[in-house]
Each structure stands twice: as C-alpha cells, then as structure tokens.
C-alpha cells in the first residue's frame, strides 16, 4: 500500500534522507524509528506530501505523491505532534470541520462520529472547547479528526508524546483496533515497548539511510539482543562503525 523507493532530500549540503527503500503491506503496522535528527520525520513529511523529494518517489495505493497530490493526500489519515485544534471549537465542532473539508456529507459525519468518539473516550468532553482540554484530550481529537474520512493509510507520529499512562493505553489500544486487511499504519515513536506491542515489522533510520529493517524476531536475530531497546542500539552502532 506504501512505496518508497530510493527516496532522498537535502537542505543544502546536509542529506536528511539518503536513497532509502521500503515497502508498507496492507494488514500491518510498520514502525519507523530513528534517533533525533536521523531522517525520520524528514521522511514521514514526504509521505504525507508536506515535504517533496529531491530524488525518488513515494506512491500510496500506487498514486504518486508528487503528480497527483490531491489524490494521495485522500488516501491518508495524519496524526502528528501538533494538533491543529481550534481552541473556541468543541471537539465535536473540531472534528466536523475537518471531515467537512473533505466534502463528506453530514450523515457519514454523524456516523463517524458515533463510531469513532467511543472508542476513543471522547464522548466525555465532545461539547468542551478545545482550549479547555488537556495534552491527551487534544491528541484524541486530533486523532478522530484525521480519521473521519476512513483513509486506507493511517500515519501515527508520535501520538502518544506527553500522554499520562491512562491516555497512552487508550491510543495504543485504538491503534490496534484499526489494524485490519485493507488498511496499513505507520508509527513512529521514541518508546520502545510501544515497538514490540503494535509493530509486525520496524525500519531503523539512522543518518538518512535504513540502518535496518525487519521483524521483532529478525532484528533479534541480526543484533543477537532479545530486548529491542538494546536492538535499536547495537543496530544504530553497528551502522555508526560501518559508515
């Protein structure tokens, strides 16, 4: 459902992304990790048509994310970092603006929203303004809001960043809920027990290329480390001595 293939950009003389190559299958959620500064997020705004490359190309459901923009962004559901919320909105207001942007009628909004605030607790505070709400109120109305369109790709930054642990378990378990045959997740995160409970397999980035890329138990394998905290920081290392 996702191609990246030979994927590069630059600003300037510094290489954020250095020709990587990956695949996301449909029916899985795919990690992709890196430490600060690696290409991560660099990679993920390429993906999500904020950012377009110098080199390569990325196509979801085989639409190009450069030539047909517009297209691809249809196909996508984006939680990132920051929320976008209108803080005089309610949730609910919040959350209908977005799905109205992409022209869905109002009985697909009140369905979504019937369907979607539930499962995300968000039944408690629909009728609060935004700006009354906490870190992981707002992220869960971030999250709705990307999701109303039913987007067959869904990419997940981060979204338990700042969360308190109840907010978290809730999110991570939404995640895992929307993991079905016809839809493929992205997921990015810096917790690495969050790793070994969602993803089925997990690309490392490390200085703009995939340092590597594998199952839990293939990764186990190439480090020789059972825990993947431990995994990550061989890999990252190893590719540090190689380069």
């Known amino acids: 459902?996702?191609?990246?293939?030979?994927?590069?950009?630059?600003?300037?003389?510094?290489?954020?992304?250095?020709?990587?190559?990956?695949?996301?299958?449909?029916?899985?959620?795919?990690?992709?990790?890196?430490?600060?500064?690696?290409?991560?997020?660099?990679?993920?705004?390429?993906?999500?048509?904020?950012?377009?490359?110098?080199?390569?190309?990325?196509?979801?459901?085989?639409?190009?994310?450069?030539?047909?923009?517009?297209?691809?962004?249809?196909?996508?559901?984006?939680?990132?970092?920051?929320?976008?919320?209108?803080?005089?909105?309610?949730?609910?207001?919040?959350?209908?603006?977005?799905?109205?942007?992409?022209?869905?009628p109002e009985e697909?909004?009140?369905?979504?929203?019937?369907?979607?605030?539930?499962?995300?607790?968000?039944?408690?505070f629909a009728d609060k303004r935004a700006g009354q709400f906490s870190r992981g109120m707002k992220q869960k109305v971030s999250i709705a809001s990307a999701l109303m369109h039913d987007p067959p790709i869904l990419i997940f930054d981060e979204p338990t960043n700042g969360l308190d642990v109840m907010a978290a378990r809730q999110v991570r378990q939404f995640i895992k809920d929307c993991k079905r045959p016809d839809k493929c997740i992205i997921f990015s995160t810096h917790i690495m027990r969050e790793?070994?409970?969602?993803?089925?397999?997990?690309?490392?980035?490390?200085?703009?290329?995939?340092?590597?890329?594998g199952t839990f138990a293939e990764l186990q394998k190439q480090s020789g480390s059972k825990d993947f905290e431990d995994i990550f920081v061989k890999l990252i290392e190893e590719d540090d001595r190689a380069l």
């Open 1 to 104: 459902m996702i191609e990246v293939r030979n994927l590069g950009k630059s600003f300037g003389t510094f290489k954020a992304v250095d020709n990587i190559s990956f695949d996301v299958k449909a029916g899985e959620i795919f990690g992709l990790l890196g430490p600060n500064g690696a290409g991560k997020t660099t990679t993920l705004r390429m993906l999500c048509t904020i950012l377009k490359p110098d080199a390569g190309y990325v196509k979801v459901n085989q639409i190009d994310t450069v030539q047909e923009a517009d297209k691809a962004r249809a196909q996508l559901g984006v939680v990132a970092d920051s929320n976008g919320l209108y803080d005089r909105l309610t949730a609910t207001e919040n959350t209908r603006y977005f799905a109205r942007l992409y022209d869905l």
């Open 108 to 124: 697909r909004i009140t369905h979504q929203l019937e369907t979607i605030f539930p499962k995300l607790g968000i039944d408690e």
């Open 195 to 213: 790793v070994e409970e969602l993803c089925d397999r997990v690309a490392i980035i490390h200085k703009g290329k995939i340092a590597a890329i």
